[in-house]
């Protein structure tokens, strides 16, 4: 269902999108504006698989696995050929290796795929200013404007997919639609390699037919709950008024009510690239396994840390906050003697405090880092070490019991 260039987003589809009477008038003007979005979501094909098949030749056409092949490891990704076993991410490695007894097991090197990240980040930019990753490997475009000159919206995502490719030797697929969650379910219709589009009176014919479980932002939980109140498919999900939706699923409801009518108002929200002393993301999906879930806390250190070069400003107060899968909400935070004085010393602080809930009772879906207590810097190389060496003793000794941290833990929705 690959769409010629020149069909996508004719003006005469925007009357088409059904106006929800419920938000009154203000809603109309936002439904008009999201109706004629151009969204490209971009998805690397098996992001970190790709990258080690890219620089060991010795891996391509194998199944291999990023992760660690211990007792109590689990795959963080996993190449096409693994897949083909059933191999995927999350799956402990013993079970890995007993359904794919050839699967090598590769460490992950996540400073080379922050490296790639960053590239293809420059790739984006060419093409788009409103740019909103959602992990390494993935992002939201909004490319209503057009700066590229390109006719259409798929032109653009071909062109961006022929860059990145050129630029890492790497493939992405994409999704384009109208709002950022059709353009994430389109983005994995044709993968690996591949794009696919969803017009807009096209989408909420799409959402019918696909079944809850691989909607955005209804994880496993969800999906259980939904099947036993019989709402197996987008259709199902349909036909319940937005009061019980509501009564059900609390918050979410309206969000359910929406996206079973393929409507998504949420602006791509570039915010992240405006670099503050805190920043969070929300991984795709709730996560378990320590590898991946360090590896979010490390971008958001790098994006705290850019923030930090470029303002100048130091903190001596490192806070780690954890969203779990029933969003309640954890702080952990240490405060040290005197100013981090490089990433590096953020990243082991940041780690140590991430690593003292491993391992996670329950799924995590979102992480943030934010840097406080802007004292003023008194740096001596002598007092750096010693920070470096108080960081690696917390790390060491698994927690956070060392002397002069500040523990907080809350409960929040
Ligand atoms: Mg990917």
Redesign the pocket.
Same mark, same amino acid.
């Given at each position: 269902m690959q769409l010629a260039p020149g069909l996508l987003f004719p003006g005469s589809e925007v009357s088409e999108v059904v106006v929800l009477p419920l938000f009154g008038g203000c809603y109309h003007s936002v439904q008009m504006d999201a109706a004629a979005r151009k969204i490209i979501h971009i =998805?690397? =094909? @098996?992001?970190y698989a790709s990258v080690e098949q890219r620089d060991n030749p010795d891996l391509r056409g194998k199944p291999v696995a990023v992760g660690h092949g211990a007792r109590r490891g689990v795959v963080a @990704?996993a190449s096409y050929e693994a897949r083909i076993f059933g191999v995927r991410s999350a799956l402990p490695s013993l079970t890995a290796l007993r359904i794919c007894p050839g699967l090598i097991f590769v460490p992950p090197r996540f400073e080379v795929y922050r490296a790639v990240s960053r590239q293809i980040h420059a790739v984006f930019a060419e093409f788009t200013e409103l740019i909103e990753p959602l +992990?390494l =490997?993935?992002a939201y475009l909004d490319v209503t404007a057009n700066r590229s000159g390109l006719e259409t919206a798929w032109q653009t995502a071909k062109a961006i997919r022929a860059r990145i490719l050129t630029e890492t030797g790497l493939t @992405? +697929?994409a999704g384009v639609s109208y709002n950022k969650f059709l353009a994430k379910l389109a983005s994995g219709q044709r993968?690996p390699n591949g794009q696919f589009a969803i017009q807009p009176h096209e989408g909420e014919a799409f959402v019918e037919a696909l079944p809850v479980a691989k909607f955005h932002g209804v994880g496993p939980a969800t999906a259980r709950k939904m099947h036993a109140l019989g709402i197996n498919t987008g259709a199902d999900l349909k036909r319940w008024p937005l009061q019980d939706l509501q009564a059900r699923f609390g918050k979410s409801g309206p969000w359910y009510y929406s996206i079973a009518r393929g409507q998504d108002h949420r602006a791509v929200n570039p915010s992240r690239e405006r670099k503050s002393s805190g920043s969070e993301t929300t991984f795709n999906e709730d996560l378990f396994e320590p590898s991946r879930i360090e590896a979010g806390v490390l971008e958001m250190a790098d994006d705290v840390w850019a923030w930090c070069e470029k303002s100048g400003k130091k903190g001596r107060t490192v806070t780690v906050k954890i969203k779990w899968a029933d969003f309640k909400q954890s702080t952990r935070s240490q405060s040290y003697p005197s100013l981090l004085e490089t990433r590096d010393q953020l990243h082991a602080a940041s780690l140590a405090l991430i690593r003292s809930v491993f391992p996670p009772g329950k799924g995590i879906r979102l992480v943030g880092v934010t840097l406080s207590n802007f004292a003023t810097a008194m740096p001596n190389p002598a007092q750096a070490q010693n920070l470096l060496d108080h960081v690696a003793m917390t790390i060491s000794t698994g927690g956070i019991e060392a002397a002069g941290e500040d523990r907080s833990m809350s409960a929040a929705e």
């Open positions: =998805d690397m =094909d @098996a992001f @990704a +992990s =490997d993935e @992405a +697929s993968k």
